[in-house]
């Protein structure tokens, strides 16, 4: 997954003047969504200026491949044409976003960025990891995120959850065995990164939820 030292575009962020990156992940239904705006208040309360992004999207561009990739419709898509297209916004969110507002000094927070590659197109979607290694050494060079919290959820309750939202763009009407390689993938990833990753018990009320976060967050600017 790359390495956990703290480098964005180059230059180590003990560099106060540069901002902080924090990544949100999870299968869906895990509740991402619902906790990134206490997240976005929590840290605008300590004092940062936050940038609230997501992926793919973040962009003009990388919301219409956005709308292409969630389209049910492209059912039949290829795996491969799914991976380049995100890496395509990607580019665009990185070149416009993320990377001018962390050398202004601000805080991104972001709903996925490329664990989710690793996981969803990566073992969802059986491709090598090497050809992921390589799109993200071309795109993104030493950038990783500061902090990623991953939400987990058991495959069935998460599933749930999203029945209850209305129709289900293409990701969400995968089988429950794609979603429990992807689980499984995000939970391998938390051991290999411990740094970086911290694992948010999802399926715990939402007032216990938020009480991790508070703790994870608050050891984290305390770091910072």
Same mark, same amino acid.
């Given at each position: ?126 491709? =090598?990891? $090497?050809?992921? *290694?390589?799109?993200?050494?071309? @795109?993104?060079?030493? &950038? /990783?995120?500061? %902090? ?53 018990? =999802?399926? $715990?009320?939402? *007032?216990?939820?938020?009480?991790? @976060?508070?703790?994870? &967050? /608050?050891?984290? %600017?305390?770091?910072?």
């Amino acid at each position: 997954m790359g390495n956990d030292a703290r480098v964005t575009d180059g230059m180590h962020q003990a560099d106060k003047s540069y901002g902080r990156f924090i990544t949100l992940e999870g299968i869906e239904g895990s509740g991402k969504s619902t906790l990134l705006p206490y997240i976005r208040t929590f840290l605008e309360t300590a004092g940062k200026s936050v940038v609230v992004t997501r992926e793919p999207g973040g962009t003009p561009l990388g919301e219409e491949i956005r709308r292409l990739l969630l389209d049910p419709s492209y059912d039949s898509l290829a795996p491969s044409a799914e991976l380049l297209m995100i890496f395509a916004a990607r580019v665009e969110h990185l070149e416009q976003v993320i990377k001018p507002s962390l050398r202004q000094g601000r805080w991104i927070v972001c709903d996925r960025f490329t664990d989710a590659t690793y996981v969803y197109q990566g073992e969802g979607r059986n491709i =090598a990891k $090497a050809r992921i *290694d390589a799109l993200v050494d071309w @795109v993104q060079g030493a &950038l /990783r995120p500061d %902090l990623t919290l991953i939400f987990d959820v058991p495959v069935p309750m998460g599933l749930s959850r999203v029945s209850q939202r209305g129709e289900k763009d293409r990701f969400e009407r995968e089988e429950q065995r794609f979603f429990e390689r992807v689980r499984n993938a995000y939970l391998m990833l938390a051991a290999e990164h411990p740094g970086r990753c911290q694992v948010v018990d =999802a399926s $715990a009320p939402l *007032d216990v939820v938020r009480l991790r @976060v508070d703790t994870i &967050l /608050r050891a984290f %600017l305390h770091d910072s």
